[in-house]
Each structure stands twice: as C-alpha cells, then as structure tokens.
C-alpha cells in the first residue's frame, strides 16, 4: 500500500518494522552535527527530513561566526528542532569569564538548551553541578562527560558517577564524548567502540537518558543493534539523517534482523 499526502508526497506502508517514537520524541532522540551547513541548503534539508531530527547542534565554536546564525536558529524552531550550541563555545566562554554574555545570548536567540562539558577544559565535576544548578532554572541542560584528548582515559567508576550526578542535579541529558571524529571518549582512537565501557553505563543507568555521539553509520548501526531502534544518538551529520532513520527500521543489512526486545510493530 502507498499513502499519498498533499503536494505529491506518498510512502510505503505494508511492512512489519520496529516501532519509532513520533512526534516530540523524548527519547529515541537523533541530534544531529551543523558544522556551516548554508541556510538555504539547511531550509531544503529541513523541509525534507525535518521529522527525523530532534536536536541540533551548532558544532565546535561554530556558532560564534556562522552568518545568518539567527535565520538557522529559527529554521530549527520553526520545525520543531531544539538547537544549541557545541560545548566547546561553552567551554571558551568558561575560561574567558563570559558566562554571562553568553546567557544573554542564547536567551536573545530563543535558545532554551545549554550544554555544560569539560572535553577540553579541565572544569571540576563540582564546579559543572554548581553550574547545572544554577542554570536549571532557565534552561534545559545537556551535559557532555568524557575528553576530547585521547590520552585522557576515566574509569568506569568516573563515567558511570559523574553521570548519574549530573542527572540527579537536573540535566535532562548526558552525551557520552565520541567527537566529530569518534576516535576519543567511548571511542578508542582507531575509532573502535570501548564495548566494555558501554556494557557498564547500560547496567546502571537509563539509556533513554543518554546521549551516544555517534557520527558513522558503522557506530550507529553498533547502538541500534545494541539497544535497539529508539537510541538517542548525537553527532550525526545533517546529510546522512535519512541513512540513520533507514537503519532504525531495519531497512539496511546490518541492522536487517534487529532484535526489537520490548516494542511493537508497525503493521
């Protein structure tokens, strides 16, 4: 069967595939990686794969000089996607004592999402929940554990502690570090999944909390396969959206027989 919609659009829906969390999703999240994608191409993207985006993040410090950066903002709000920006703008803020001015821009943008991370500064755990508490109060917070710097390696103890504190003080969401790149954090650096890692976080904490950075589709299809199709998943580049909603229905081989433990179908 094909259901057709106004404008010429139509889809296919005869077959059995794991069920996706709709509409304003609080789990089941794809955040995906703006890294200087031109508003216009932007606005084209949105119109088309919109649906399949619940986050987005202005990458790095890309923020601070992206032209137009109001006009992106609004494309985001206007589909129904938080935008926020990268922690390391955060981070530079932080070190440069600009907290505040940065506050008072995202509050001047309509940005209702902050991310708190230390992947480049070294900002004391107590000093991060100090922060979350403050803030809390004016936005939603995603906080980011893990380094950017591959030498830096946390124990288990130190991942599986800094996030649940993180969560008891009020962020909405934790991002596991992984980078661009996906060769630090949860990553090794010849971008291999620390699996051991991963198995741990999953014993003790609520995935549908977490936020996995995963750029390649061979990170993604590990999580997908691993928790199953409502994974949040952070990183994702704006071009391959369609690639990972593809994945989450099964539709691609290495994800073909997904095991879907807990949900239903769509008929």
């Not at 919109?50 to 137009?68: C, L």
Request: charged fraction near 30%; glycine fraction near 8%; aromatic fraction near 10%.
């Amino acid at each position: 069967m094909v259901t057709e919609e106004g404008g010429g659009i139509f889809f296919m829906n005869f077959l059995q595939l794991p069920e996706r969390m709709k509409g304003k999703r609080t789990y089941g999240l794809t955040s995906v990686m703006d890294l200087g994608t031109p508003s216009k191409e932007l606005e084209n993207i949105l119109q088309e794969y919109g649906d399949f985006i619940d986050i987005a993040k202005f990458g790095i410090g890309t923020a601070y000089i992206t032209p137009n950066l109001r006009k992106k903002v609004d494309l985001y709000k206007r589909h129904d996607i938080e935008p926020y920006f990268g922690g390391t703008l955060f981070e530079k803020c932080y070190y440069q004592r600009k907290i505040s001015q940065f506050i008072t821009t995202l509050k001047d943008l309509g940005i209702e999402w902050i991310e708190i991370s230390t992947g480049t500064v070294d900002i004391p755990l107590e000093e991060r929940l100090r922060l979350v508490s403050k803030l809390k109060k004016d936005f939603n917070i995603i906080a980011e554990v893990g380094s950017k710097n591959i030498e830096k390696e946390l124990a288990i103890s130190e991942w599986k502690n800094e996030i649940k504190l993180l969560l008891n003080y009020g962020c909405e969401y934790v991002i596991t570090e992984g980078r661009e790149s996906g060769t630090a954090g949860i990553y090794a650096k010849n971008g291999q999944i620390k699996m051991g890692l991963i198995d741990e976080l999953l014993n003790d904490i609520d995935e549908r909390k977490i936020i996995f950075e995963a750029p390649s589709p061979k990170q993604q299809m590990y999580f997908i396969n691993k928790i199953g199709p409502n994974v949040n998943l952070g990183n994702v580049k704006l071009e391959q959206v369609l690639i990972l909603e593809t994945q989450r229905h099964g539709l691609r081989c290495e994800t073909f027989f997904i095991d879907e433990k807990n949900a239903n179908y769509i008929n």
